[in-house]
C-alpha cells in the first residue's frame, strides 16, 4: 500500500505504513541504520558510526534505566555512570568499556568519566565542598586547581589551608571540624614530590575520629596507577583518586580526558549527578580510542618511565646542573616513600642549570628545542620529547618573591618520551654546554627558519 493512502486526516488503513513503501530518503536512511545495528549489535541511529542516544524501541528501556539510577542512588553501591547508555551526556557504549578498565586499574566501585582533568577536579571539589567548608591543599598542586578551590572556597564563606607537601606533623595540625577536603598530587609538578598515601590516610582517619568530616582526594595523573605498588583506593583512609587521563593513560597527545575513581557511592553518585546536570561527560569517540589504546598506553608510560630515569641519572652528575627533581634519584626527599609504595618513577624531570637566572632559563629551553628532537610544548607523556620554561608556561603572572618561596623558580621541564634515552641525553649535553652561547637573535632566527622549513604560518 503506498504512502499517500495514509495522507488524508479524514481516515487511515489499519495496518501501519511499511519502510518498503516510503521513498528511496527514507528507505536509504533506515535501512543503513537496520544494517548498522546488525553489525555492531548497538542500537544506534546513523548508519555508519556511534550515536548519543540508541533506539530505545519503547519506553520500557528507558522506565528499566530509571529505576537502576534510583537503585544506586538508594543503595549506595556502585555508580549510575555504569548504567547502558539513554543519552551521551550520561554514558556512552565505548564509555562503559573505559569505565570498567579504569575500575579495575584503581581497584574502585565507582568511576565518573569527564572530557578533561580539571573537569573531574572541579567535579569533586563542588561535590565535597560545602557552605563554611575549610580545605588543606599541598603547596605544589597545580595552580589552576589551586586557583578553583580558593576561588570555590570564598564562594562558599570557606577557607583553604596550603601546606608543605611532605609536612604531615602540619597537615595534622591543619585539620580542624569544618574541614572537608584534603587534597594532593602525586607525583607533584614540577618537583616530583612523591606522597605517602598510607601517611596520608592515617592522619585523616585519625582526623574522622576525632570528629572531622574530611575526605581525602589524590590527584595521580604523573604517577597514574601503573606507577604504585597497590592502588590509592585500597590505602585506608583514602576516599578519592582524580585524574587527568591526557597524559599518560591516553598516552599520544590526541585525546583530552578525566576521571573521578572511588569506592564511595555516595560520592560516586553525587558526581554523575552533577554531570548529569551540567554535562562534562567524555565523548564516544575518545572513549573508544582511549578504552582501545590502555594496553599500549601503560607500555609507553613504562618505557618513558625507564628513559626519564636514565637521563635523571645523567642530568645529577653533570657539572652544569645545579639541580635535577626526579623520584628515581638517590637524594629525592622522598626516597624512602617511593622505595616503600612506588614501582614507577614518572616521565617528568626539572632541573636548574648552574648559575641561571630565570631569563637564562627560559633560554636554555628555547636553546634545547633548536636540537629538534626535543620540542618545545606544555603537557606530558606523549610520544615526543617536550621542554617548557616553568615560569612562562605556569607560573607567568606569580611574583618572582612568591616563585622563590615555594621552590619553584629557574626550573626548566623536561618531559620525556619514548626516544632513545641516549639521544635525548645527547642534545641535553649539547645545549648545556653550549647554550649560553646562542643569542635571542640567532634563537629567533631558528625559528623563523624553522617555520618555514615546515610550511607553518606565522
Known amino acids: 500500500m503506498s504512502v499517500a493512502a495514509f495522507l488524508d486526516p479524514a481516515g487511515c488503513p489499519a495496518a501501519p505504513p511499511q519502510l518498503q513503501a516510503m521513498g528511496a530518503a527514507t528507505r536509504s536512511l533506515h535501512e543503513g541504520v537496520d544494517a548498522h545495528i546488525r553489525r555492531r549489535g548497538v542500537a544506534y541511529l546513523h548508519p555508519e558510526s556511534p550515536t548519543l542516544m540508541l533506539d530505545a524501541l519503547g519506553s520500557d528501556p528507558v522506565i528499566a534505566w530509571q529505576e537502576g539510577k534510583a537503585s544506586f542512588l538508594f543503595a549506595g553501591e556502585g555508580c549510575w555512570s555504569e548504567l547502558p547508555q539513554l543519552y551521551a551526556r550520561y554514558a556512552t557504549t565505548a564509555g562503559l568499556r573505559l569505565?570498567?578498565?579504569?575500575?579495575?586499574?584503581?581497584?574502585?566501585?565507582?568511576?565518573?568519566?569527564?572530557?578533561?582533568?580539571?573537569?573531574?577536579?572541579?567535579?569533586?571539589?563542588?561535590?565535597?565542598?560545602?557552605?563554611?567548608?575549610?580545605?588543606?591543599?599541598?603547596?605544589?598542586?597545580?595552580?589552576?586547581t589551586r586557583a578553583y578551590l580558593e576561588l570555590l572556597a570564598?564562594?562558599?564563606?570557606?577557607?583553604?589551608?596550603?601546606?608543605?607537601?611532605?609536612?604531615?606533623?602540619?597537615?595534622?595540625?591543619?585539620?580542624?571540624?569544618?574541614?572537608?577536603?584534603?587534597?594532593?598530587?602525586?607525583?607533584?609538578n614540577p618537583r616530583m614530590r612523591a606522597q605517602d598515601p598510607a601517611a596520608?590516610?592515617?592522619?585523616?582517619?585519625?582526623?574522622?575520629?576525632?570528629?572531622?568530616?574530611?575526605?581525602?582526594?589524590i590527584d595521580s595523573t604523573i604517577?597514574?596507577?601503573?606507577?604504585?605498588?597497590r592502588p590509592l583506593l585500597s590505602t585506608p583512609g583514602v576516599d578519592v583518586v582524580v585524574a587527568?587521563?591526557?597524559?599518560?593513560?591516553?598516552?599520544?597527545?590526541?585525546?583530552?580526558?578525566?576521571?573521578?575513581?572511588?569506592?564511595?557511592?555516595?560520592?560516586?553518585?553525587?558526581?554523575?549527578?552533577?554531570?548529569?546536570?551540567?554535562?562534562?561527560?567524555?565523548?564516544?569517540?575518545?572513549?573508544?580510542?582511549?578504552?582501545?589504546?590502555?594496553?599500549?598506553?601503560?607500555?609507553?608510560?613504562?618505557?618513558?618511565?625507564?628513559?626519564?630515569?636514565?637521563?635523571?641519572?645523567?642530568?645529577?652528575?653533570?657539572?652544569?646542573?645545579?639541580?635535577?627533581?626526579?623520584?628515581s634519584l638517590p637524594d629525592h626527599p622522598d626516597a624512602a616513600i617511593v622505595a616503600a609504595h612506588y614501582q614507577r618513577c614518572g616521565s617528568l624531570l626539572s632541573l636548574r642549570v648552574r648559575g641561571h637566572d630565570e631569563e637564562a632559563a627560559r633560554r636554555f629551553a628555547d636553546v634545547l628545542a633548536?636540537?629538534?628532537?626535543?620540542?618545545?610544548?606544555?603537557?606530558?607523556?606523549?610520544?615526543?620529547?617536550?621542554?617548557?620554561?616553568?615560569?612562562?608556561?605556569?607560573?607567568?603572572?606569580?611574583?618572582?618573591?612568591?616563585?622563590?618561596?615555594?621552590?619553584?623558580?629557574?626550573?626548566?621541564?623536561?618531559a620525556v618520551g619514548v626516544e632513545e634515552p641516549d639521544d635525548i641525553i645527547a642534545a641535553l649535553n649539547w645545549a648545556l654546554h653550549h647554550g649560553d652561547a646562542v643569542s635571542r637573535e640567532q634563537l629567533a632566527a631558528w625559528q623563523q627558519a624553522r617555520r618555514a622549513a615546515l610550511n607553518l604560518s606565522e
Open 99 to 144: 569505565i570498567r578498565a579504569l575500575r579495575e586499574l584503581e581497584a574502585a566501585s565507582c568511576v565518573i568519566l569527564a572530557d578533561c582533568g580539571m573537569q573531574a577536579t572541579a567535579l569533586c571539589f563542588d561535590v565535597l565542598m560545602h557552605p563554611g567548608a575549610h580545605a588543606v591543599i599541598g603547596r605544589q598542586v597545580y595552580n589552576k
Open 244 to 327: 587527568s587521563g591526557t597524559k599518560a593513560l591516553a598516552g599520544q597527545d590526541r585525546d583530552m580526558f578525566g576521571y573521578v575513581a572511588t569506592c564511595d557511592g555516595e560520592i560516586g553518585n553525587q558526581v554523575m549527578d552533577l554531570v548529569a546536570l551540567r554535562g562534562g561527560n567524555l565523548d564516544w569517540r575518545r572513549a573508544e580510542v582511549i578504552a582501545a589504546g590502555l594496553d599500549e598506553a601503560a607500555q609507553l608510560h613504562a618505557r618513558r618511565c625507564q628513559g626519564a630515569a636514565r637521563i635523571a641519572a645523567f642530568l645529577a652528575r653533570h657539572p652544569r646542573v645545579a639541580e635535577v627533581f626526579h623520584p
Open 200 to 217: 596520608l590516610g592515617a592522619i585523616v582517619r585519625a582526623a574522622r575520629a576525632r570528629g572531622c568530616r574530611a575526605r581525602l582526594v
Open 223 to 229: 604517577a597514574t596507577p601503573w606507577a604504585l605498588r
Open 154 to 188: 570564598r564562594r562558599l564563606g570557606g577557607a583553604v589551608t596550603v601546606i608543605d607537601d611532605g609536612d604531615l606533623e602540619g597537615l595534622a595540625a591543619a585539620l580542624r571540624p569544618e574541614t572537608a577536603l584534603v587534597f594532593f598530587e602525586t607525583f607533584t
Open 370 to 414: 633548536t636540537t629538534v628532537v626535543v620540542r618545545y610544548a606544555l603537557s606530558f607523556d606523549g610520544l615526543t620529547t617536550k621542554v617548557n620554561h616553568h615560569k612562562s608556561v605556569s607560573e607567568y603572572f606569580t611574583p618572582p618573591e612568591r616563585l622563590a618561596q615555594g621552590g619553584l623558580d629557574r626550573l626548566v621541564r623536561l
